[in-house]
């Protein structure tokens, strides 16, 4: 996997039979070894594919948001970016409730202190959590 060895909070991602899921130190499975690309667990939430779609998961391995994205970035200050099936870029909370809707090309800092860096055609600005744009200089 993409962080496999890497131990975050006693847990870390293994790959096996192409599956991939997540061991302890004991190396005692924790969470099954189902997902065709799991990633390290980010904010209390690990992106996971399943069916060529990415959802995300709790650290018991509870499904929180279903898989349904093209791709997604890594939760950061509350919310992840989310690719929708219309190839746009758009911010999701814990809870998978749209926070800023999908109409971005391309994501290029997801948020960090309430401000993300995003792209729509030929123009890159600032935007916070509520879609506001700021243009940069």
């Known amino acids: ?15 096996m ?5 997540w061991i302890d130190k ?12 799991a990633r390290a667990f980010k904010d209390k939430y690990a ?12 650290y018991t391995g509870k499904l929180i948001i279903p898989h349904k994205y093209n791709a ?8 992840v970016a989310v ?11 814990h809870t998978g409730k749209v926070v ?5 090309s391309n994501v290029l800092i997801g948020f960090d202190r309430g401000m993300a860096f995003v792209e729509k055609g030929d123009k890159q600005f600032y935007i ?3 879609g506001k744009e700021y243009m940069g200089n």
């Open 72 to 79: 997604v970035g890594d939760f950061q200050d509350g919310v």
């Open 1 to 15: 996997g993409e962080n496999s060895g890497i131990f975050k909070n006693g847990i870390c991602v293994v790959k």
């Open 17 to 21: 039979n192409n599956l991939e899921g």
């Open 26 to 37: 004991n190396n005692s499975q924790r969470i099954p070894l189902k997902y065709s690309q």
């Open 128 to 130: 916070d959590k509520t």
């Open 100 to 104: 800023v809707p999908a109409k971005y």
């Open 47 to 58: 992106a996971v594919m399943s069916a060529g779609k990415w959802g995300f998961i709790d």
């Open 83 to 93: 690719r929708e099936a219309n190839n746009l870029w758009g911010f999701i909370d």
